[in-house]
């Protein structure tokens, strides 16, 4: 029986580190995502975040958007958010239906207690609902600078236990790791995933080109490392907060350090300046190095 896929361009040889990025986006960036959409290589995957207090079919109408743009939706599943049963199925049965999706993302979610019956993304696992969906692969979060809930052990023992699980249910795990600004902690990481025999593909978190106020208060909600030393690596110093920060040191890290040790690894951007933005970065970026 032949593995499920991840994605078609896992395959295929990659001209240089952005070959085969993919995207992140709420719903209310539909409208950026059509902007942005001329610039964005056909059959991308697009994650669709789910945040509080957006409408569901807001998420459908956006996850439908990707889909019609001929990219490829990755509808987020977040499990202490989803009230109930139905809401779980019938999200997933609409996104399947309507927007052709096979490939999910789930994250426990942020509140300390579940809106519903799912405390965590195991309970979503083992409803059994992605596989009869027709669901083929699933993404799970990655932590290479730690978890404010976790310990360094737990996060690998969990990381360990989905990625089993999944697989054990006939799909593909896809790790997406939270974004980051120090290189030599994901490396690293990546080395100890690989030397602990989880061989599935790795996405590694990328903060697309934003203020640096924004960043820092992003990486702050997200309990993301943002010394003053990793941010001076990133190419940022945190005593000047003016102006706007890309990631060039940072991809330019990852193009010279990932090797076959590291395994299956592609970039994953986190538009946080917006889609438009992040993807004219990766354009300039493409063509400064030849890409």
Avoid at 193 to 203: E, K
Avoid at 257 to 266: A, I, K, P, S, W
Wanted: proline letters at 8%; glycine letters at 10%; hydrophobic letters at 45%.
């Amino acid at each position: 029986m032949a593995k499920p896929l991840i994605h078609p361009n896992w395959d295929k040889p990659r001209a240089g580190i952005t070959d085969g990025f993919s995207l992140e986006m709420t719903a209310k960036d539909e409208a950026s995502l059509r902007d942005a959409a001329p610039l964005i290589p056909a059959e991308t995957p697009v994650a669709i975040t789910y945040l509080p207090g957006e409408e569901v079919a807001a998420r459908v109408a956006a996850t439908v958007a990707v889909r019609e743009l001929g990219f490829e939706p990755m509808p987020h599943f977040s499990a202490r958010r989803i009230t109930s049963e139905d809401d779980f199925e019938g999200y997933l049965k609409a996104v399947v239906e309507q927007a052709g999706v096979r490939r999910c993302f789930i994250v426990a979610g942020d509140p300390p207690e579940p809106q519903g019956p799912y405390f965590d993304t195991m309970a979503l696992i083992e409803t059994g609902a992605f596989e009869r969906a027709g669901i083929t692969a699933i993404g799970i979060g990655g932590h290479p600078e730690g978890h404010p809930n976790m310990s360094v052990d737990q996060c690998w023992q969990v990381l360990e236990t989905k990625v089993r699980a999944i697989e054990a249910r006939g799909m593909a795990p896809l790790v997406v790791t939270q974004f980051g600004f120090d290189p030599d902690a994901f490396l690293a990481w990546l080395k100890e995933l690989r030397a602990r025999g989880i061989d599935c593909p790795v996405r590694i978190g990328v903060p697309g080109p934003a203020g640096i106020k924004r960043l820092l208060a992003f990486a702050a909600r997200c309990g993301v490392g943002a010394s003053a030393s990793v941010m001076k690596k990133y190419g940022v110093s945190i005593g000047n907060l003016l102006g706007t920060a890309g990631p060039d040191r940072l991809v330019d890290a990852f193009a010279a350090g990932l090797g076959d040790e590291h395994g299956r690894v592609r970039l994953h951007f986190y538009p946080f300046g917006g889609m438009v933005k992040t993807v004219e970065w990766i354009r300039d970026y493409n063509a400064k190095h030849g890409i």
